[in-house]
């Protein structure tokens, strides 16, 4: 029973999980403060990364590559003091297991100093000299360990995160080519599909791939038929890919994966009201169940999830809980 619940947590989890966050990623190996040392100063000042690919227009030639915010310097000074906290955090840490959790959330600030060219360098180099000058070449040499660590993390995370990209395009045009082979006939091609399904490694980070796929595709300047027919055929996979996901969780799980859809908090519950009114008591119950095995998953993921998925289910969950409470006490 205990296995079978921690496998629907995970699916209704990943069911929720469904904008793109970086806080919901973390690398699979770890980091600690032994695992990387480099010289005290960047060797080289032109060092980029490539970044988590992101969906649209590409960004670069090869469509990868990250550009930081463009800040003006009120902002690029907001920037140098919040590295130099993550610096002090990861020298502070007592259990270094903690690490990755730290460094995902702040992936967004490292790989924009380390995409930024001149000036990122700078602000490594006005750490290590003021730290130096300040606290002795002993503290300096700590500092440099800890942005070591920091940039062998991001290191590892772009690395895994074009890994993962990479995977979710093959996997996809496995899918493509399936729906599309014309030498099936249409039963075949569903046998075909629901084998790939049930085989593969499901992930949320796949349903992102696909969504995102689609915007890219929707916000196209130039539509063309065979483009509007790729994006039907991204449509059909994606609700397949929910139905596969959503298969052990029943109706309730689909409901609420429906509700974390509207961006409008106060439309999500006045059709939650809505819907309650018509299903009653029971089905509340199911849901208070799911969001609540949810919001309990949600801390149990690395660097955590979306601040504002969090916020709606924590909402739904207490609307959930005012109907039971008030049906409840009703029947007493």
Do not use: W
């Not at 038929?225 to 959503?246: G, N, P």
Request: hydrophobic share 35%; net charge negative.
């Amino acid at each position: 029973m205990r296995s079978r619940m921690n496998r629907i947590t995970i699916r209704l989890i990943l069911l929720l999980v469904a904008k793109p966050s970086v806080r919901g990623f973390s690398p699979s190996r770890p980091f600690h403060r032994e695992t990387a040392r480099c010289s005290t100063y960047f060797p080289d000042p032109r060092i980029r990364l490539a970044a988590i690919p992101k969906y649209g227009p590409s960004l670069g030639a090869d469509g990868h590559q990250y550009s930081p915010k463009e800040v003006d310097e009120s902002q690029f000074e907001d920037r140098k003091r919040d590295f130099r906290l993550l610096v002090d955090q990861i020298l502070s840490v007592k259990d270094p297991t903690h690490i990755p959790s730290y460094l995902t959330k702040q992936i967004p600030l490292v790989l924009d100093i380390l995409s930024d060219g001149e000036r990122g360098v700078g602000i490594v180099q006005d750490i290590l000299a003021k730290t130096v000058h300040e606290q002795g070449e002993a503290a300096g040499e700590q500092v440099s360990e800890a942005i070591d660590v920091i940039f062998s993390f991001a290191e590892g995370f772009v690395e895994e995160a074009v890994g993962i990209d990479n995977s979710n395009k093959e996997l996809l045009g496995k899918i493509i080519r399936t729906i599309s082979d014309q030498n099936l006939t249409e039963r075949e091609r569903e046998d075909s599909l629901d084998r790939i399904l049930s085989q593969e490694n499901l992930t949320a980070g796949f349903l992102r791939h696909l969504e995102g796929e689609c915007e890219r595709i929707a916000n196209s300047p130039r539509i063309t038929k065979e483009s509007s027919r790729l994006l039907q055929i991204l449509r059909i996979i994606q609700a397949r890919v929910v139905e596969e996901l959503s298969g052990d969780l029943g109706e309730a799980a689909q409901v609420l994966g429906q509700l974390v859809g509207y961006d409008d908090l106060a439309e999500c519950l006045a059709v939650l009201d809505a819907g309650l009114t018509v299903r009653g008591l029971s089905f509340a119950s199911e849901m208070k169940s799911l969001t609540t095995e949810a919001l309990n998953g949600f801390s149990g993921i690395p660097g955590g999830v979306d601040p504002g998925l969090v916020q709606r289910v924590q909402a739904i969950d207490e609307r959930l809980g005012l109907y039971v409470q008030s049906k409840s006490s009703s029947f007493e």
